[in-house]
Structure formats: structure tokens, C-alpha cells
């Protein structure tokens, strides 16, 4: 990575690496912006990704692509009822010696896509989660350090209930986004289609190395951020509690539990690299808010009457802004 000057100058050249690798990102994926930036903030702010939605949104693709486009090593695990921790994390196997060797499994990489997370039994997502919290790995009680940077992508379908094993709280915790994928508009849907069903390929040029990433996570730190920005932050974060003095009637209606503090932690992180994704070398209110949907809906714990009556977690987000 070139050396700046200054932090002014390192935020200019991540506006423009940013730039560069939604073209490249975009030569595949059709739409689906919001996602893109999602996944690109979460990179960049150190955090891991959940993407949820129905088959045939390009789930799978869009992390393929992105991972495409950054110079880094990728590994895609995919999920299924029969998979070990041992399947993931990796094994000691004996050598021609006879020694007990360990053999990496594939969470030893960058990128990491869990692809349906949700379908395979809790003491298997508690290893990648573990790895995700500790970035190692601990086999036979030899610590194994995960590769920097590291990032679990992760993939859910909403619809299929049976033979899946939904994330609990605490586990969905890790994840720093939530991101729902919806429908592609008419005339993107028109492209998708032109695009799968000829015979023209494209190449996805790299752009962003893993040691730009790191220094760029280390811009992101040093951004400032003013006072008002964290009390906003924070307080978001407070009213999702119900039964405290700043939950609103509808939080104290619909929620069970509200977001921890970890929520306000990933808000204003994520409101820092929002900002300077956008060229702004400061967050305001407006970028806590731009990023606020993807931290809490998975934190907030809707009741059985939030169910019954289809209260969604965005609208109850909604509310409380």
C-alpha cells in the first residue's frame, strides 16, 4: 500500500479503491447496491456479514465476486446437517512419521463463506462462531492463529424452516450486519437474465490487497467522531430496551430484549466507515441511521405479539430513529 502523507489522503484513496471495486463487482452482480455496500462497510469496519434471502438473489455469487475482487485467500464451506466442527476448524492427522499433524481446515483463509449457515446443528455454527469472536483456532489445546484480515460471510435462507437450525442471539451477536436481499427490480431482472443466458464471460480484476485492508481498518479507527454522534449512537441503541426510561410504547409492546452493547459499538464503527466510504472524513447522525437497520434487526428479540400482528424488527428500528 502507497505510503500517505496524512489520513486525509489515505480516506481520498479509499473513496477511489471503493469506487474501483463496485465496477468490478458490478460486471457480475446486477443491482442489489445497498447489499454491496453493506458487505464493502463490514470489510472495511473488521466485522463479519450475515446476508438472508431466497433462493436466486445471487447470495452466494455477490460474496464470490467481492471475494474475487479483493487479493486475498477465500474458502467456501458449504453448510449441510452432516458437517463437523472437525470439517471446518480442521484436524491432527498422523504424518508418514507417525506424528500427529495438524491439518487447517478451511476457516484458515480471509474470506470465509458459510453458505446456509442455519443448516447445520448448533455445536458446528459454535466452532465457526468461536473462530469468528477469537480470529484462532484451538485444537487438542494448541492455539492455531487465524489469517489477517479474516472475515466469515455468511448465507441464510428465511423461508425454509424444516432441517434448519436457526442462529440463536447470542451467536447472531457476532455478526456485525444483517443484510435482507430483496427481489431485483423489472428491468434489472431483464439484465440478470441477458447476462446468464449468453455466452459472454467476464474477468474480475483484484483491487483491494489484504495489507490495503488492514491499513484501511486502521484509517477507520482514527476517524473522529463527535459527541453528539456517540450519544445519538448510544441512545439508539437504549431505546430498543423495553422497559427502560427511553423505550418507546412500541419498543415496550414488540420487543422481549433489546440490543446489547456491542450494537453501539458496531454503529458508531460502522457510521465511521460509512462516512468515509462517502467521502465525509467525520460521521454525522445521518451515517449512524444509514447503517443502523443492518446492526440492530438481528439484536432486538420481537415478541410472540410483534409475530402474531407481522410487526417487522425494520419498522420497530424505524420508529425509534
Known amino acids: 500500500m502507497a505510503n500517505f502523507s496524512n489520513d486525509k489522503e489515505a480516506a481520498d484513496a479509499l473513496v477511489l479503491k471503493v469506487k474501483e471495486l463496485k465496477k468490478e463487482i458490478g460486471k457480475v452482480i446486477i443491482g442489489q447496491e445497498e447489499v454491496i455496500d453493506g458487505v464493502i462497510t463490514s470489510i472495511i469496519s473488521n466485522g463479519h456479514a450475515l446476508l438472508i434471502g431466497v433462493p436466486g438473489l445471487a447470495k452466494t455469487l455477490l460474496i464470490k465476486t467481492i471475494s474475487e475482487a479483493l487479493d486475498m485467500s477465500f474458502n467456501r464451506v458449504q453448510f449441510t446437517p452432516d458437517l463437523m466442527p472437525s470439517d ?116 474480475v480484476n483484484n483491487i483491494l490487497s489484504g495489507e490495503e485492508i488492514i491499513a484501511f481498518q486502521e484509517l477507520v479507527k482514527r476517524v473522529p467522531v463527535a459527541d453528539n ?44 466507515a460509512h462516512a468515509i466510504i462517502a467521502g465525509k472524513y467525520s460521521p454525522d447522525i445521518e451515517d449512524v441511521q444509514a447503517v443502523a ?26 420508529s425509534i430513529f
Open 293 to 318: 437497520k443492518m446492526v440492530l434487526r438481528h439484536r432486538i428479540v420481537r415478541n410472540y405479539k410483534a409475530e402474531a400482528e407481522g410487526i417487522s424488527a425494520d419498522s420497530i428500528i424505524e
Open 88 to 203: 471446518i476448524l480442521g484436524s491432527e492427522i498422523l504424518d508418514e512419521t507417525r506424528n500427529l499433524k495438524f491439518n487447517k481446515g478451511p476457516v484458515f483463509a480471509n474470506i470465509v463463506l458459510a453458505d446456509e449457515i442455519n443448516r447445520t446443528p448448533p455445536k458446528t455454527q459454535a466452532a465457526l462462531l468461536e473462530a469468528m469472536q477469537e480470529k484462532s483456532v484451538t485444537v487438542s489445546g494448541t492455539n492455531y492463529p487465524l489469517p489477517k484480515p479474516f472475515f466469515v460471510l455468511a448465507t441464510q435462507n428465511p423461508i425454509e424452516q424444516e432441517g434448519t437450525y436457526p442462529l440463536p442471539e447470542a451467536q447472531l451477536d457476532r455478526f456485525m450486519f444483517n443484510m435482507v436481499l430483496d427481489y431485483p427490480s423489472a428491468a434489472e431482472e431483464i439484465n440478470i437474465v441477458k447476462a446468464t443466458t449468453s455466452s459472454s464471460s467476464v474477468t
Open 229 to 272: 454522534v456517540y450519544e445519538y449512537g448510544v441512545s439508539l441503541v437504549r431505546r430498543t430496551r423495553a422497559g427502560r426510561d427511553q423505550a418507546s410504547d412500541k419498543v415496550n409492546v414488540y420487543i422481549d430484549y433489546g440490543a446489547g452493547p456491542r450494537a453501539s459499538q458496531y454503529l458508531i464503527i460502522g457510521a465511521k
